[in-house]
C-alpha cells in the first residue's frame, strides 16, 4: 500500500508542478485516478515531507494547494 501511496504522491507532485497558480483540492480529485482516501494520504505524504503549501481560503472554505518553491 505503501508503494500505492507513493505513486500517487508522485502523480500530484508532477501535475502541481506543471500548474501556474495554487489548485483547489476538488481540481486534484478531478484531476489525478485515485481514491479520495488514496489522494489524501499522498497529500499527507507530500505534506509531512514539507512539499507543499496549502492554504484555506475564507471565502469559499476550500484550500489552495502549490509545491513549495
Known amino acids: ?14 501535475y502541481l ?5 495554487p489548485v483547489t483540492l476538488s481540481t486534484l480529485k478531478k484531476e489525478i485516478d485515485v481514491s479520495s482516501t488514496v489522494l489524501m494520504m499522498a497529500l499527507g505524504w ?5 512539499k507543499l503549501d496549502i492554504e484555506i481560503s475564507d471565502e469559499s472554505f476550500s484550500y489552495k494547494i502549490t509545491l513549495k518553491r
Not at 508542478?17 to 497558480?21: D, F, L, R
Not at 507530500?46 to 514539507?50: D, F, H, I, W, Y
Open 1 to 14: 500500500m505503501t508503494d500505492f501511496i507513493g505513486n500517487a504522491a508522485g502523480m500530484i507532485w508532477s
Open 17 to 21: 508542478e506543471q500548474q501556474s497558480k
Open 46 to 50: 507530500l505534506a509531512r515531507e514539507g
